[in-house]
């Protein structure tokens, strides 16, 4: 598959996984892979604003005034009023899965939404390259002061209005997801289950680490590998005093 095909494919299916256009999606150096990201992006957030419930009987009042050609100005503004509330709340609460139960801490529901987007990276066995690390911590300006060990998978993503970096780490036969979300701090890091993702969030730096995994046990080999590559490792520190 050539790189007019893939847009060719792209544009008509943003969705599509037949293994010939995938394969291209990840060899190609000629701006296909951005390409896809940008359009699965987009799709996810017209998927969003889709998903927002109309309000009660909007089509109903709609049709009828088409029929009748003669609605009060009372009744057109209360339409009006209705389609409005429906933008901003596909904006505002839909965007990325959010739902009414997210509470005051919205980062599990939004990290497992965007991670069911994009869970071919879960099988990625192959190490991701130094130059990859730093250039995607580099496009959030960040710099690294270590690799962090067993990455098979990175890229910047944006969860909504929150800026991430989107890692996927190889524990033994198990992947773990890493979301740093950059100048959002936590006060206290805290333990959760979500649609039957073990999840932890731990404050590093000036941002939060966000794991998901089947279970917790590689939780802590990614939580020192990436301390360790926002903060410096303790030798360094120590050197640096």
Same mark, same amino acid.
């Given at each position: 598959?050539?790189?007019?095909?893939?847009?060719?494919? $792209?544009?008509?299916?943003?969705?599509?996984?037949?293994?010939?256009?995938?394969?291209?999606?990840?060899?190609?150096?000629?701006?296909?892979?951005?390409?896809?990201?940008?359009?699965?992006?987009?799709?996810?957030?017209?998927?969003?604003?889709?998903?927002?419930?109309?309000?009660?009987?909007?089509?109903?009042?709609?049709?009828?005034? %088409?029929?009748?050609?003669?609605?009060?100005?009372?009744?057109?503004?209360?339409?009006?009023?209705?389609?409005?509330?429906?933008?901003?709340?596909?904006?505002?609460?839909?965007?990325?899965?959010?739902?009414? !139960?997210?509470?005051?801490?919205? $980062?599990?529901?939004?990290?497992?939404?965007?991670? %069911? %987007?994009?869970?071919?990276?879960?099988?990625?066995?192959?190490?991701?390259?130094?130059?990859?690390?730093?250039? !995607?911590?580099?496009?959030?300006? =960040?710099? =690294? %002061?270590?690799?962090?060990?067993?990455?098979?998978?990175?890229?910047?993503?944006?969860?909504?209005?929150?800026?991430?970096?989107?890692?996927?780490?190889?524990?033994?036969?198990?992947?773990?997801?890493?979301?740093?979300?950059?100048?959002?701090?936590?006060?206290?890091?805290?333990?959760?289950?979500?649609?039957?993702?073990?999840?932890?969030?731990?404050?590093?730096?000036?941002?939060?680490?966000?794991?998901?995994?089947?279970?917790?046990?590689?939780?802590?080999?990614?939580?020192?590998?990436?301390?360790?590559?926002?903060?410096?490792?303790?030798?360094?520190?120590?050197?640096?005093?």
């Amino acid at each position: 598959m050539d790189c007019l095909e893939f847009r060719r494919r $792209l544009a008509a299916e943003p969705r599509a996984r037949a293994d010939d256009f995938m394969a291209h999606r990840d060899s190609c150096h000629s701006g296909c892979t951005e390409a896809w990201w940008r359009a699965q992006r987009l799709e996810r957030r017209i998927e969003n604003a889709m998903a927002v419930d109309a309000p009660e009987q909007l089509a109903e009042r709609v049709l009828l005034a %088409h029929a009748t050609r003669a609605r009060a100005f009372a009744r057109r503004w209360r339409i009006g009023l209705a389609l409005a509330a429906s933008l901003v709340l596909a904006t505002g609460v839909g965007v990325f899965g959010w739902n009414r !139960n997210a509470g005051a801490d919205p $980062l599990p529901a939004i990290s497992v939404a965007h991670l %069911h %987007h994009e869970a071919f990276a879960l099988s990625n066995t192959q190490p991701v390259t130094e130059t990859d690390l730093r250039d !995607n911590f580099a496009a959030r300006g =960040l710099t =690294l %002061h270590a690799m962090p060990a067993d990455a098979v998978f990175v890229r910047d993503c944006d969860l909504g209005s929150y800026r991430t970096v989107h890692m996927v780490f190889r524990i033994g036969d198990e992947p773990v997801t890493a979301m740093y979300f950059i100048d959002h701090p936590i006060a206290d890091a805290r333990e959760f289950k979500r649609s039957g993702w073990q999840g932890r969030e731990v404050p590093m730096g000036k941002g939060t680490l966000l794991l998901l995994g089947a279970d917790a046990r590689g939780f802590a080999q990614v939580e020192r590998a990436m301390d360790d590559a926002l903060e410096g490792p303790p030798q360094q520190a120590l050197g640096e005093l």
